[in-house]
């Protein structure tokens, strides 16, 4: 099973049950049925459902559960796409893996069932840090349970700052402090060819938006309905990642491939990621350690994370709840945050010897989180995100001035926003 792009994994146990029910009412249950789970992510995510899929069968011995998953290759508004045509063909999953770039374009079509009245039911659910369910609310429903999370920090190569002679970052580093350190980072040969870049200006949208977050300010209004590029404030982030390009020569300009390799190389000596970095950096015995990203004028970074959902007219609710607590369970989530690819949402599997082993500072994951600010995710998500990154790149490549930039952006996503409204009858 190498493939993961167009394959279904059937999974299903006749082992005999073994009375560790999830509730007394399915203890050793004898119901069965056939769920149909979508998930996401790769071989690691799918290892940790299949053992999951595996102890609830052991309480369901004669339920299969049937798993597509998704490898997220093109993007979330792909992922919206296929699965809102799955809801109007008539063939819907019970069950979806989902992120929260995600969360407003189905909760506003209404496609999967409300959950209060289950995480009320099921107390284990407070091992949960409480923000995650915050954001897992659409109108005052929640409609997810939440999984793993990544949160936007600094990592950064220890070799390199030893090299240089330069003290670990500590929380509270400022913008000024963070531009000299790139400085000193940078190394060029003799010819005047940079060698070794101090950090590299993200490309993504994810990556870049805890800049803005650290200088009290994002690209759309709080509640995500309008843009907030003519805010000065985005401008003043925007410039200055633009002067760690072209003023200061710390950085690339940002192109089509994010420079992890390069970073794992040691040509590399800070980049902004989140935690899904570390079994690569694992791997190559790369000396890494994390800091929570510089401030302006507050501590801030963003958040993006894995849910689950139901399908809101599943014929098999009271079996998709337990597949669900299977999934969201504490083994599961200590299972896949050592297997690595993201923070799990349970405090408990983030507390564990193995996931705080490396990097050093894992322990700052969590102590982001009363700080951390979700990704803008918008039902127009898809849109918001082109429209941003196109204008973002050319800023950064010097194609649009920056005050050029942000008008432009600007008109572009109010007229998205302008269509979201009219296509939702607002």
């Not at 200006?201 to 590029?229: C, E, H, R, Y």
């Amino acid at each position: 099973m190498t493939n993961i792009t167009r394959r279904s994994v059937l999974l299903s146990s006749a082992a005999l049950a073994a009375g560790l029910g999830l509730s007394r009412a399915f203890a050793q249950s004898d119901v069965s049925a056939t769920l149909r789970l979508q998930a996401f992510g790769g071989d690691a995510e799918l290892a940790g459902i299949k053992n999951a899929i595996e102890r609830f069968n052991k309480k369901y011995p004669n339920v299969e559960v049937v798993v597509s998953i998704d490898p997220i290759s093109t993007g979330w508004g792909d992922y919206v796409t296929k699965v809102i045509g799955q809801f109007t063909s008539g063939s819907p999953a019970d069950v979806y893996g989902t992120a929260i770039e995600t969360f407003q374009s189905f909760s506003a079509r209404g496609l999967f069932m409300p959950l209060d009245d289950f995480i009320k039911a099921n107390p284990g659910f407070s091992d949960f840090a409480p923000s995650l369910f915050e954001h897992c609310a659409y109108k005052g429903v929640i409609n997810y349970i939440p999984i793993g999370w990544n949160n936007i920090m600094v990592n950064y190569n220890r070799d390199l700052f030893d090299k240089a002679g330069l003290a670990y970052p500590k929380r509270g580093w400022t913008w000024d402090e963070f531009r000299e350190i790139s400085k000193k980072l940078t190394v060029k040969d003799s010819a005047g060819n940079t060698t070794q870049f101090g950090y590299e200006v993200p490309n993504q949208n994810f990556f870049v938006q805890s800049w803005f977050f650290s200088n009290g300010t994002s690209i759309l209004n709080k509640d995500w309905t309008a843009s907030n590029m003519l805010d000065p404030k985005v401008a003043e982030t925007l410039q200055f990642l633009h002067d760690l390009i072209h003023v200061d020569g710390v950085s690339p300009i940002p192109g089509a491939e994010t420079m992890d390799n390069q970073f794992v190389a040691g040509q590399v000596a800070m980049i902004s990621r989140g935690q899904w970095i570390v079994q690569n950096a694992k791997a190559n015995k790369l000396n890494m350690d994390i800091a929570v990203p510089p401030k302006k004028t507050e501590e801030g970074t963003i958040i993006g994370f894995g849910a689950y959902a139901i399908a809101a007219k599943t014929e098999q609710p009271d079996l998709a709840k337990a597949l669900v607590l299977e999934l969201t369970s504490e083994e599961t989530q200590r299972e896949q945050g050592e297997r690595g690819g993201g923070v799990p949402g349970r405090k408990s599997a983030a507390s564990t010897e193995a996931f705080l082993a490396f990097p050093p500072s894992a322990f700052l994951y969590y102590e982001t989180l009363p700080f951390a600010h979700a990704v803008p995710s918008p039902a127009n998500f898809q849109e918001v995100e082109k429209i941003f990154i196109r204008h973002y790149t050319a800023m950064m490549s010097g194609q649009e001035t920056i005050a050029a930039g942000c008008q432009a952006a600007d008109a572009e996503l109010n007229q998205s926003f302008a269509r979201l409204k009219a296509q939702m009858g607002g």
